[in-house]
Nanobody, 125 residues
């Protein structure tokens, strides 16, 4: 059973940066396609970014392109989400997800089998 633990959330002013981390255990990291999703109060969960298990495919939500970067470190079994130029509308609980199927940067939550508990990101104006 794959377990995911996120960290790195917090409170930041608009225009600031945060780096989220998600560390996986219980499964071979090289088999995991990883994604980040977020859910703001009163809104549905939405896709943010994803990276394939071979790190050769990435996908991003349009509104974060050019501001967010997803990466992975196999030596640390960790995927990162570097978030720059943060905006108040980025405020949400951010969760990482993993799936062992294929090699792709999946964008739908239904394609992921494992989920972390989430970390709060709050961007003040």
């Amino acid at each position: 059973q794959v377990q995911l633990v996120e960290s790195g959330g917090g409170l930041v002013q608009a225009g600031g940066s945060l780096r989220l981390s998600c560390t996986a255990s219980g499964g071979a990291f090289s088999t995991l396609n990883m994604g980040w999703f977020r859910q703001a109060p009163g809104k549905e969960r939405e896709f943010v970014a994803a990276v394939s298990r071979r790190f050769d495919v990435t996908n991003y939500k349009d509104s974060v392109k050019g501001r967010f970067t997803i990466s992975r470190d196999s030596a640390k079994n960790t995927v990162y989400l570097q978030m720059n130029s943060l905006k108040p509308e980025d405020t949400a609980v951010y969760c990482c997800a993993a799936t062992q199927g294929g090699n792709y940067a999946y964008t739908r939550g239904s394609e992921y089998n494992f989920w972390g508990q989430g970390t709060q990101v709050t961007v003040s104006s």
